[in-house]
């Protein structure tokens, strides 16, 4: 996944939409898509910021209702494997 744009480059933008100047148009001189030029527009009327989104999500913890039992047994034998617990 990609690193986002700076903000400033986004506030570039937002600024040129609001002078007037097309999405296409300001997207083409900047060289974005036109979608982001959309998007950021829209998030700057919306919220008042161009301020990146947080990205990523979380991973839902897969062993979490195992817990107590994995570290159970390593409690019981320290140098236990994957394959052992197993």
């Not at 008042?48 to 999500?57: L, R, T």
């Not at 195992?66 to 140098?79: L, W």
């Amino acid at each position: 996944m990609t690193a986002p744009l700076s903000n400033d480059l986004r506030e570039r933008v937002v600024a040129a939409i609001e002078a007037g100047e097309s999405c296409r148009s300001v997207a083409a001189r900047f060289g974005i898509a036109v979608s982001s030029a959309v998007k950021w527009s829209q998030r700057y009327r919306s919220s008042g910021s161009v301020a990146p989104g947080k990205m990523g999500g979380h991973r839902k913890r897969i062993l979490e209702p195992h817990r107590a039992f994995i570290a159970e047994r390593i409690n019981q034998t320290p140098h236990l494997s994957l394959h052992g617990l197993k």
